[in-house]
């Protein structure tokens, strides 16, 4: 059976079956003849993706053109059978879009156009008129990662209702189906085809290592050498509140990206006015005074605090001068506002210079009113966005979270089968998570380790700043991938969901603040919040209208704080700046005679934030510490700040199962990265990039397998062939709520260089916490364990200090660069800090709130006492 028809016949064997659906997995009681016949006929998901395997190893790589071009045309059958079909036609009568479109000017290796390089269902062109916003953008439950129960586990029930016609299996009835799932995912199918590159091992016993192909292999690979390759992906698509499926939610990556456009648009009318006026000016005699040449090569910026959006703009392969339906559609939206404009202004009796100009704009080589590849969108037809395959496979995997909706329901299921496992046999058997999300999540750490890898980070020429990546040095392997990858995490699973109820910005947050405070009175000025204002100002425009993102992303972001604060290079960096404090700290003490001269460095990190962080009084170059942060912490930073305090501000806190407790679990992970400790194990041979936290789902093996792994590791503690022997980093929590912490001073620089995640969020918890239970005998220990994990952090006299030192500007040069380093790296988002001495936010600003919190738990304490009888 030719890969076409085994990809093809899938979907009609995923929709057919049961699998998907929770509620009928136990229901099959007769079978029907002609549909076994029909699924016998078709491979099985597994099946498919060992024939994928075999094709990406044998015939790809020997195939030449031939098999290139099949591999291409391939690509979107095999994207809807990982992910599910979607992009689909809303409106009756209109066209599903179900043959492919071939995009004009893409050619392939021999010369020949290809039949349909452009996905099916994305490329499809919406319907002109009324049927814009006809299309459903989530994915169906057809795709691999929508199944709820493994394929293997789906064959066994169906040869077990072949041979067993009309009887009921009354063992498995009563069994969860993906409990009884007992192939690891170490050797799935699918995980073999999706997991990511596997690197060959470091040592030098990797003489005749062969890793096989997966997909990501291949699509890396054609985006390097053929990236005129393009898919089209939908620009509604990009919307992050698509639950209902239509995607008619304002998304903030695509107001910033018309923003961006826009202002390229206008940069070019200014470029060519200056060049007309130059030219006229040379003729002349005169001298043209005009700085558009300096301006000319500064790529155009975005929405003030979406600075994430504008630069996956700038990531995508060519830029946004190849985005030509974009720059059209865009291009066209603008010049409909200036003519709108240019009619009001008449009206009044004022022309409209700039609308005359956008008729008669020439055209250059470099301008937006070049020739299309194809029919441009007009403003009634939806926009694509150009991708190339490895692209297009990162933007549906970081959007399949928020655009299934399989997980929701399947999710119900298992909370309703944990339910029932509690009433029988004492709660002690497990729900396993369904297939299809357990394959995200594996793959999800499998790629955090290959994309984002551990002990990857360069020590020279770290900085702040959006471009941070850039500094990581040659022998980074923070690629463009890397940084595409996870900048797509941020933007849909930290920023994305409340995109239009977004957190104000600390400059619109002081001014809703002053207007409530003082109105329009002249003294308005003069109000100024405090750290104990931090939740009234996190609060967002449309409390109402906020949408959390499934329980699904929250663990996610989790998990991927873990992987972060876990990273080797973070302990190595914040040692060795601490180092650096801690003696620039003996040396002032000593009276200030230093060993050498300080060394003047260039603040080329970002122009200084208005409302926090330094300015440079040295003409530019200031005295600065090496930045301690991975690039990846760096970009993180003043998304995820956002992300706790919406959550720790607006979330439910009676539910422990809501975005309230998810935070607070991710802050508390993030603020002590120190609980993370470095141990030895024995290296495995052959292990590649895919293991590490990807691999971890094999480490419930046997108790013989845990055994001889517990002997390994105990033999690496004494074996002197560091060859051998690897280290990793463990979590170590603490065993008690109120336990001390493991806070030592070789963490100094961390806390300075993430100094307002150890204040802000701390107010806001502190005012939230009196809403908790501590009047209920159940809830009480519960409610005051979490207190106790979150005060046990501050605890620590050094955490203390440091804040203290750095807030009260009592710190040293070195300290104080960190913390102004660190304000202009959270940009817009940045609090008031200690250089304006009218809005300086101190620690002391929380006591009174503590204090209140602890009086309301002892009084409820006291309350709960009274009312228990002398037993």
Request: contains cysteine.
């Amino acid at each position: 059976m030719l890969l076409e028809e085994a990809l093809a016949g899938n979907n009609n064997n995923n929709s057919n079956a049961t699998n998907n659906n929770p509620s009928n997995i136990n229901n099959s009681t007769s079978p029907n003849p002609s549909l076994q016949q029909q699924q016998q006929s078709l491979l099985s998901p597994h099946d498919t993706a060992l024939a994928l395997l075999s094709f990406l190893r044998d015939e790809l790589p020997a195939g030449g053109t031939a098999a290139e071009k099949r591999f291409v045309n391939l690509y979107p059958l095999i994207a809807n059978r990982v992910f599910g079909e979607w992009n689909t036609t809303l409106v009756a009568g209109s066209s599903p879009g179900s043959s492919p479109r071939g995009s004009p000017g893409v050619t392939s290796p021999g010369g020949s156009t290809y039949s349909s390089p452009m996905m099916a269902s994305a490329a499809a062109a919406s319907p002109t008129g009324t049927g814009v916003e006809s299309r459903d953008y989530r994915h169906d439950d057809t795709g691999w990662l929508s199944l709820y129960s493994s394929p293997a586990q789906q064959q066994q029930q169906q040869r077990g209702v072949a041979t067993n016609t009309g009887r009921s299996n009354s063992n498995n009835r009563n069994t969860p189906a993906a409990s009884r799932t007992t192939l690891s995912l170490d050797h799935d199918p699918i995980v073999r085809l999706l997991r990511a590159p596997r690197k060959p091992p470091s040592s030098n016993a990797n003489n005749g290592y062969y890793a096989p192909p997966t997909l990501l292999d291949a699509l890396s690979a054609e985006s390097i050498h053929r990236p005129s390759i393009k898919f089209k992906f939908p620009l509604k698509g990009l919307s992050t509140t698509i639950i209902d499926g239509s995607g008619t939610g304002s998304s903030a990556m695509v107001d910033d990206w018309k923003v961006c456009f826009w202002n390229a648009i206008e940069k070019e009318l200014e470029r060519n006015s200056s060049n007309n006026a130059a030219t006229g000016a040379s003729r002349g005699g005169g001298h043209p005074a005009t700085n558009a040449e300096e301006n000319k090569d500064k790529k155009p910026t975005g929405i003030i605090g979406k600075e994430n959006a504008t630069r996956i703009l700038h990531l995508l392969s060519g830029g946004p001068q190849d985005q030509l339906e974009l720059r059209h559609y865009f291009q066209q939206l603008h010049q409909q506002q200036q003519q709108s404009q240019g009619q009001q202004q008449q009206q009044h009796g004022f022309g409209s210079p700039l609308k005359s100009r956008m008729s008669t704009t020439p055209t250059s080589r470099s301008g937006y009113n070049t020739p299309m590849r194809g029919a441009a969108p007009g403003l009634n037809n939806e926009p694509n966005v150009e991708l190339t395959m490895m692209e297009y496979y990162l933007f549906l995997f970081v959007r399949f979270p928020l655009a299934n909706a399989t997980w929701s329901y399947q999710l119900q299921e298992q909370q309703r089968q944990q339910r029932q496992q509690r009433g029988m046999n004492g709660g002690n058997r497990a729900v396993v998570k369904p297939y299809g999300q357990r394959v995200y999540g594996y793959l999800f750490h499998n790629y955090l380790n290959c994309y984002l890898a551990h002990g990857q980070c360069d020590e020279s020429n770290l900085g702040v700043g959006s471009d941070c990546f850039n500094g990581a040095g040659p022998t980074s392997a923070f690629d463009r991938t890397s940084e595409l990858f996870l900048r797509l995490l941020i933007e849909f699973w930290m920023e994305g969901p409340n995109n239009n109820v977004a957190v104000p910005t600390t400059t619109n947050a002081i001014a809703r603040y002053r207007r409530v405070r003082a109105g329009n009175s002249a003294t308005s000025s003069n109000v100024n919040p405090s750290l104990r204002d931090s939740l009234e100002l996190a609060q967002p425009s449309n409390r109402q209208s906020i949408t959390w993102p499934p329980s699904q992303v929250q663990i996610g972001v989790l998990n991927l704080v873990r992987h972060f604060v876990s990273d080797v290079s973070l302990r190595k960096l914040v040692q060795k700046v601490s180092q650096q404090v801690q003696l620039r700290q003996r040396e002032d003490r000593n009276g200030g005679g230093r060993a050498g001269t300080p060394t003047l460095v260039a603040d080329n990190d970002n122009s200084p934030n208005t409302i926090g962080g330094t300015t440079s009084s040295n003409g530019g170059a200031v005295e600065v510490a090496p930045w301690p942060l991975p690039p990846a912490n760096t970009i993180t930073q003043p998304s995820l700040f956002n992300y706790i305090r919406l959550g720790l501000a607006c979330g439910s806190i009676h539910d422990r199962s809501s975005i309230f407790h998810y935070a607070l679990e991710t802050w508390l992970v993030w603020l002590e990265p120190w609980n993370y400790v470095m141990k030895r194990r024995v290296t495995r041979s052959g292990a590649g990039g895919g293991g590490g936290v990807g691999g971890g789902a094999s480490n419930g093996g046997s108790g013989a397998n845990r055994a001889g792994e517990f002997l390994r590791n105990a033999a690496a503690t004494v074996s002197h062939n560091r060859a051998a022997v690897e280290y990793y980093p463990s979590y170590v929590p603490p065993k008690h709520p109120t336990s001390p912490s493991t806070y030592t001073s070789q963490w100094e620089s961390y806390i300075a260089a993430n100094a307002h995640y150890y204040t802000v969020p701390l107010a806001i918890f502190l005012k939230r916490a009196r809403e908790l239970d501590f009047s209920s005998s159940v809830e009480y220990s519960r409610s005051l364990a979490l207190v106790q994990r979150v005060l046990r952090i501050y605890s620590s006299r050094g955490v203390v200090n440091v804040l203290n030192s750095v807030l009260n500007s009592r710190a040293d040069g070195l300290s104080t660069s960190l913390f102004g380093r660190h304000g202009r790296n959270m940009g817009a988002y940045c609090p008031p800090s200690s250089t304006n001495t009218s809005s300086s936010w101190k620690l002391a600003d929380c006591q009174l709130d503590a204090t209140n919190l602890l009086e309301e738990i002892y009084s409820q304490y006291q309350k709960r006492k009274a009312g228990m009888d002398f037993f």
